[in-house]
């Protein structure tokens, strides 16, 4: 599975746009991007996942740049129940696959301050 | 709470000795998964289940190991003879597919 590059921290203003980036520069075709978040002694729960087209859902929106070689997570009005830290991971998802496993890194810790 | 359950929440225990966790999938997923994270890192992969049958597991899944899922239902987590390197939380998560997991709380385990 290719590696993910995250920035280490981030902060964003309550109401504001949250919008966390995520290099993936060895990716291959058949590899997803997630992401995932990790609230303070919680299990970190699923966000969003695409292949290629940007992804839209209530949590998030996914923009996946065209070359697949980064993207971006974007929390459209961010509040103080979201900081959290954010991982992005990149997996071989296929039918029938038995590569199951998620290679989480050290993700962003998101802090939203009032 | 239909969300995937762990037990026990917290373990201390004394090195040397064994310890089991339990984790309840969410009804009717058919994967599960069981992952380690220690403090300022994030999840590390241990081992996967499809049904019953494991069909992965990770370098870091020692001898001392072991997980099983006997009825493609609920799956326990033994660690024999722990060891201080034990200590971390234990992250149990179920999937109905090929691609969100949904975690537990985890079982937070200190060996002294």
């Known amino acids: 599975d290719a590696k993910t590059t995250q920035p280490p921290s981030m902060d964003c203003a309550e109401g504001r746009a949250a919008n966390l980036p995520c290099n993936h520069s060895?990716?291959?075709?058949?590899?997803?991007v997630y992401w995932y978040r990790q609230i303070h002694s919680q299990g970190p729960q699923y966000i969003i996942h695409?292949?290629?087209n940007n992804e839209t859902n209530e949590m998030a929106s996914l923009i996946i740049t065209e070359d697949r070689k980064s993207s971006t997570l974007i929390l459209p009005h961010a509040t103080l129940r979201d900081t959290a830290v954010y991982y992005c991971i990149v997996r071989v998802a296929r039918k029938g696959s038995t590569l199951g496993r998620l290679y989480f890194g050290r993700g962003t810790q998101l802090t939203v301050w009032p | 709470d239909t969300g995937v359950s762990q037990d026990p929440r917290h373990k201390i225990t004394k090195r040397g000795q064994n310890v089991t966790f339990r984790c309840d999938p969410i009804?009717?997923?058919?994967?599960l998964y069981w992952y380690r994270q220690t403090l300022g890192q994030g999840p590390e992969f241990l081992t996967y289940?499809?049904?019953?049958?494991?069909?992965?597991k990770s370098r870091l899944l020692s001898d001392r190991f072991s997980a099983e899922r006997p009825k493609g239902s609920f799956s326990t987590l033994e660690i024999q003879r722990t060891e201080q390197g034990d200590s971390a939380m234990y992250l149990c998560?179920?999937?109905?597919?090929?691609?969100?997991?949904?975690f537990g709380p985890g079982t937070r385990l200190t060996v002294t």
């Open positions: 009804s009717e997923h058919n994967r």
């Open positions: 060895t990716i291959s075709g058949n590899e997803y």
């Open positions: 695409g292949l290629k």
């Open positions: 289940f499809q049904n019953e049958a494991q069909l992965e």
């Open positions: 998560a179920s999937s109905p597919r090929d691609h969100e997991q949904y």
